[in-house]
């Protein structure tokens, strides 16, 4: 009996070293970041193909989501968001290109939140008049939910020079 509890003891003690050197697994930041900057550009460039689905997958899908614009306009909420993308489906409002310029991506520690600024020229029109946001200050934090990242909050705004 008493070879029993020094084997247990040992058997015990053994584990207990083992468990403290399981490690969780990091991010590939890298990787993670090509995902995120893709993300971050599909919230713009799914207008080309005027891809509903990809816009609506991009952004989080509850009451917390908020979107801030250059002007007056606060948008609070995924439904909220949905009802205002109804103007993109107008034919009139035709995309001609995006691009993001200066992008810095942050990932947290933990890997599931992100946060990203860049200068977004966002050039479309409307009715064949221009219709651009040029040289805007774009911000905003993703989150990662049910291992696909997703836009929780942005802002955008232009520059007082």
């Known amino acids: 009996m008493n070879n029993f509890k020094i084997i247990a003891s040992f058997i015990f003690i053994v584990l207990s070293f083992l468990s403290c050197d399981i490690k969780e697994t990091k991010p590939d930041i890298a990787k993670e970041k090509e995902i995120i900057a893709e993300t971050v550009s599909d919230c713009i460039g799914w207008f080309k193909d005027k891809d509903f689905d990809r816009l609506f997958s991009i952004v989080a899908k509850d ?8 002007t007056d306009r606060v948008i609070r909420g995924y439904d909220t968001f949905v009802k205002n993308a109804d103007i993109f489906r107008n034919p009139d409002f ?39 946001w040029e040289n805007a200050r774009w911000t905003g934090v993703l989150e990662k939910r049910d291992g696909k990242w997703v836009i929780v909050q942005q802002h955008f705004s232009f520059a007082t020079e």
């Open 63 to 70: 009451s917390n989501y908020i979107s801030v614009h250059p």
């Open 94 to 132: 035709v995309y001609v290109r995006h691009e993001l310029k200066d992008l810095k991506i942050t990932l947290s520690e933990s890997g599931k939140t992100a946060w990203y600024y860049c200068r977004l020229y966002d050039i479309n029109s409307y009715k064949g008049e221009p219709a651009n």
